[in-house]
């Protein structure tokens, strides 16, 4: 009963989410067929890097000051994100259709104020912003695992209105696992994680990406695989997704979603993770 | 050049494992035969996050096998040819394999030593028959990740270095599928099985088994394109080329590495909801 409960909460989301799709224009920032992001200091200001370069384990990545994973090298030499890049958003359910913001790269609501670095060391780095509207705070805190060499977000996302409030949280990447944008990739997702892979028949290891959640959340929560390389609108974050969860040969990209009420001046907080497949 | 020797090495590694198919010297006994997806009984059991999406709930046997993975709560991923690991030493050809699965077990391993046991890790000896190698693991419940985490430590006990193969193996059959809408992906660091059909609560569940240590030399998931375990020799036979499979499929993960005389080489996996 608990789980056709939950069952029932989370179509109601999903529904939800697919009805208000394309509420909200996008306001593009770059123009897609651009070169893939590279581990050049101009698109790379804070890189971090795990292992060393000869081993499986050597994971490096780069933050951007917005808080966006702009590449991911897993293990050297192969990367994972295409040119539609990597970001987060957050929706405000209520009043209807709610209000999206978000930052994906080459897509930015335009409703932020400009974001403050809070720390940066070589192992994390902590970024800060708040809504044009003064509503929302969104602190993320972006690691690095040398464990798991694995990339560790910590997103809190503070109410900062008189009113409690139900949000939608999501993660987004347009991944090209191993440079692979259509032939030769493919995608899945389930509720723990969404991930792409290299299927080519023709090389001894197959390489990819992974995008799961790795934090406890009580809400509803879910990965979703986009049929399209384009970030989702927050307020419609399974608009694009795919009724069924496993794509060969298709431009895909991943989101991870989480639903929940934040209370009156309180802060939600939920934790996923990037690592190799 | 040290990325492209570690390439060739690895291409070598690969066909080796494929010529020796079929050269297994330790033939494959039956020791139960399986009648369903699930465990009938659970010696040793994990439970963590109980009321969360993160619940694990696992089974371990006396053997070190996992019977029964269930997460989340009501969610079951181990299909009837079960769950277990395998070691090969290379040398002198054709090798030979040291294994136990759920349903069948190479017949040279001594009886197991539970070295501890509590309810978050049980640590579990075997040593081989003809005392050349020394097997222990662990294996432990980690609340933070909603997981199993597995630490393979096989001593050689040789007065030689010996390259060994070291397998861990779960014919997954993600949320109970085994066949129609299960899809099975493997890649370097991780081999994995999730349900992608249409309907039901509108989530697809399924079983990630990934390595979550260093390890210098090789290592790779497969994805299986049928349920049975490999010998541990030959870990690549019957592995997708593509790292796909949609089928009643299996996962294999795979270390192979030189084991210094009188060393202990150490592993670690996971498993966890996809």
């Given amino acids: 009963m608990k789980f056709a409960r939950f069952g029932l909460v989370s179509l109601t989301f999903a529904l939800a989410a697919r009805a208000s799709y394309g509420q909200q224009p996008f306001h593009q920032l770059a123009v897609a067929g651009q070169p893939a992001i590279t581990m050049s200091a101009t698109d790379c200001p804070h890189v971090f890097s795990i292992g060393k370069a000869s081993?499986?384990?050597?994971?490096?990545?780069?933050?951007?000051?917005?808080?966006?994973?702009?590449?991911?090298?897993?293990?050297?030499?192969?990367?994972?994100?295409?040119?539609?890049?990597?970001?987060?958003?957050?929706?405000?359910?209520?009043?209807?259709?709610?209000?999206?913001?978000?930052?994906?790269?080459?897509?930015?609501?335009?409703?932020?104020?400009?974001?403050?670095?809070?720390?940066?060391?070589?192992s994390s780095i902590k970024i800060s912003r708040t809504t044009a509207d003064g509503n929302w705070t969104l602190v993320q805190t972006i690691s690095k695992v040398a464990l798991t060499h694995s990339i560790k977000l910590v997103m809190a996302l503070t109410n900062n209105q008189p009113l409690a409030k139900v949000a939608y949280i999501a993660r987004f990447v347009d991944v090209n696992p191993d440079g692979q944008q259509t032939h030769n990739a493919a995608s899945g997702a389930a509720i723990q994680s969404a991930f792409a892979w290299n299927e080519d028949a023709g090389v001894p290891v197959h390489y990819g990406l992974q995008l799961g959640n790795i934090g406890k959340w009580s809400g509803f929560q879910q990965a979703y695989l986009q049929g399209i390389p384009n970030p989702p609108n927050p307020c419609a974050f399974a608009g694009n997704a795919e009724r069924s969860p496993f794509l060969e040969g298709v431009d895909t990209s991943l989101v991870y979603a989480y639903v929940g009420s934040v209370g009156a001046h309180k802060t939600v907080i939920v934790t996923l993770g990037y690592r190799g497949t | 050049m040290k990325r492209v020797m570690q390439v060739l090495e690895f291409a070598v590694l690969f066909l080796l494992a494929s010529l020796l198919y079929g050269q297994r010297t330790a033939p494959v006994s039956a020791t139960a035969v399986a009648s369903g997806a699930q465990a009938p009984a659970c010696d040793h059991l994990f439970t963590a996050n109980s009321s969360s999406n993160a619940f694990i709930r696992y089974c371990v046997s006396d053997r070190g096998t996992i019977t029964s993975i269930e997460t989340p709560a009501g969610h079951f991923h181990i299909g009837a040819q079960g769950e277990g690991y395998g070691f090969c030493q290379q040398d002198p050809v054709p090798g030979t394999a040291y294994y136990e699965f759920l349903n069948v077990n190479s017949g040279n391993l001594n009886p197991p030593t539970i070295l501890s046991a509590n309810d978050s890790s049980i640590k579990i000896s075997r040593s081989t028959t003809d005392g050349n190698w020394t097997f222990v693991q662990t294996i432990a419940k980690d609340a933070t990740a909603g997981s199993a985490k597995i630490q393979m430590a096989l001593s050689n006990n040789q007065a030689v270095d010996r390259v060994a193969y070291l397998i861990r193996f779960v014919d997954a059959?993600?949320?109970?599928?085994?066949?129609?809408?299960?899809?099975?992906?493997?890649?370097?660091?991780?081999?994995?099985?999730?349900?992608?059909?249409?309907?039901?609560?509108?989530?697809?569940?399924?079983?990630?088994?990934?390595?979550?240590?260093?390890?210098?030399?090789?290592?790779?998931?497969?994805?299986?394109?049928?349920?049975?375990?490999?010998?541990?020799?030959?870990?690549?036979?019957?592995?997708?080329?593509?790292?796909?499979?949609?089928?009643?499929?299996?996962?294999?993960?795979?270390?192979?590495?030189?084991?210094?005389?009188?060393?202990t080489a150490t592993v670690n996996l996971r498993y966890r909801a996809r």
């Fill in chain 1, 55 to 122: 081993s499986n384990t050597f994971f490096q990545y780069c933050v951007n000051d917005r808080g966006n994973i702009t590449q991911v090298e897993a293990p050297l030499a192969h990367f994972h994100i295409g040119v539609q890049g990597e970001g987060y958003g957050f929706c405000q359910q209520d009043p209807t259709p709610g209000t999206a913001y978000y930052d994906y790269l080459n897509f930015d609501s335009g409703n932020w104020q400009a974001p403050q670095i809070l720390s940066a060391s070589s």
């Fill in chain 2, 173 to 263: 059959d993600p949320d109970s599928a085994r066949s129609f809408g299960a899809g099975t992906g493997a890649s370097l660091q991780s081999a994995f099985a999730w349900e992608f059909a249409v309907g039901g609560d509108g989530i697809n569940r399924g079983l990630v088994l990934e390595n979550v240590g260093a390890w210098t030399q090789f290592q790779q998931g497969y994805a299986r394109l049928q349920p049975d375990p490999p010998n541990p020799c030959d870990f690549a036979n019957h592995a997708s080329a593509s790292g796909v499979g949609i089928s009643d499929t299996s996962l294999v993960y795979a270390y192979v590495g030189t084991v210094k005389a009188h060393k």
